[in-house]
């Protein structure tokens, strides 16, 4: 009777422990999902954006759709837009919106197949076939059309472009500093943006083993410390910029990521983005990180942590990084596998398959993963935005889910 006794005791005990332990857990709850049905201009969302009027934006591979509570409405190059891919939403102090491709957009290719038949054949007869075919189902070439970034003022659209200052049409990121002054990263460098003209703030730092002369000034993501002074990430690395000195300092990491150290004999970084936590530490993502490494570091100006690959962590490529009024960072990205050579008799192309990884939070001691297991419409998660009333929006290929994370009780 004793042992039955004590038998039910301990089960009791391991239930009430389990009941706590899942009462505690973390969870996301999403309360809706927004497709093309309802009107959004794609189902593939890059990003979303709350303007200061308190309408929702969605910028998508088909335009960038504006949602007030009720109806949408949706804006594509026929309405003045650059262009119709949108990974980049921001609204500057005056409440102009700027629309860009943004870092997003280029990572849509990736994992695609790329075609290498081209490498079997010499050049000239390769130039000579690619002409025959643009002429056969084209006719002659059409003038290039320039992309840039769209500013809208409630009523237009005005299109920036290298003609107008820019370094480059392709723009990764946009920030605003504490004086208004607006910050452009471009293909090939910074621009910085006073209301009438934009000036270019070119980065000559020392170039990685694995990086071309032209990919150095390729910047992707912009972020203000504290102090007000700047860190550039790139291709290449992470460039400090201060910007009472006008003096450069130049970083990046080796292959295996195990120092945060002065540009020297380092290779490529591929750094996709930059965030300054609530503690000031800066984390930095990117493309590539390998087998074991998730491709997310921090630096707390002393010391970079890397943080592996986990059930919790699963992505090697983190493309987008969002901290929320919490406190709490929220990680989008991929896992990317061994790449294959596919060889057939008409073609040879190389494969770049990836593993769809959903969205990580960090709360500041662990890593939490979410996926379509907890509601999310789609494993592919482009990047998460918390509106004004708290309200977590994921932009998938799914459509745009939004929700709450409700954190576990310490």
């Known amino acids: 009777m004793k042992k039955q006794l004590s038998l039910i005791i301990l089960v009791a005990f391991l239930l009430l422990n389990w009941i706590v332990f899942t009462a505690h857990t973390a969870a996301l709850k999403i309360e809706r999902t927004l497709t093309q049905a309802d009107g959004l201009a794609s189902n593939i969302v890059l990003t979303v954006f709350e303007d200061s009027h308190g309408a929702i934006w969605f910028g ?108 480059r049409d392709t723009v990764k990121d946009i920030f605003q500093d504490k004086t208004g002054t607006l910050w452009f990263a471009t293909a090939s460098g910074m621009n910085y943006y006073d209301g009438e003209k934009f000036y270019p703030l070119i980065m000559h730092g020392p170039i990685g083993m694995d990086i071309l002369p032209d990919w150095w000034s390729q910047v992707t993501a912009v972020a203000q410390d504290i102090t007000g002074n700047f860190w550039f990430g790139s291709t290449a690395g992470i460039t400090y910029y201060n910007t009472e000195t006008s003096h450069f300092r130049h970083f990046a990491v080796d292959t295996d990521f195990a120092s945060f150290e002065e540009m020297g004999k380092a290779r490529s970084a591929n750094i996709t983005d930059l965030q300054f936590d609530a503690k000031e530490n800066l984390w930095m993502s990117r493309e590539g990180g390998g087998e074991e490494n998730s491709g997310l570091r921090r630096y707390d100006g002393k010391e970079l942590v890397t943080f592996p690959l986990s059930e919790a962590l699963p992505m090697n490529s983190v493309d987008n990084i969002m901290l929320d009024s919490s406190g709490n960072l929220w990680f989008t990205g991929v896992k990317n596998l061994p790449s294959q050579l596919n060889e057939t008799e008409d073609s040879i192309s190389m494969v770049f398959p990836e593993v769809e990884s959903g969205v990580s939070v960090y709360n500041g001691e662990s890593f939490q993963n979410f996926n379509k297991d907890d509601g999310l419409p789609s494993n592919r998660v482009q990047s998460v935005f918390e509106d004004s009333s708290g309200k977590l929006w994921f932009a998938t290929d799914a459509g745009a889910a939004v929700g709450v994370y409700l954190p576990s009780e310490k």
């Not at 005056?94 to 038949?117: C, E, T, V």
């Not at 690619?130 to 299109?159: C, H, M, W």
């Open 60 to 167: 998508t591979t088909d335009g960038v759709t504006r949602y007030d509570g009720k109806d949408f409405q949706t804006f594509t190059t026929e309405d003045g837009l650059s262009r119709n891919t949108i990974g980049l939403i921001f609204e500057d102090r005056q409440g102009a919106l700027w629309f860009a491709s943004g870092m997003l957009a280029s990572i849509l290719d990736r994992g695609k197949p790329m075609d290498m038949s081209h490498m079997a054949m010499p050049l000239s007869e390769l130039a000579k076939e690619i002409d025959n075919e643009i002429l056969a189902e084209t006719g002659p070439p059409a003038p290039l059309k320039l992309n840039g970034v769209s500013r809208y003022d409630g009523q237009a659209f005005k299109i920036f472009t290298t003609d107008d200052g820019l370094l």
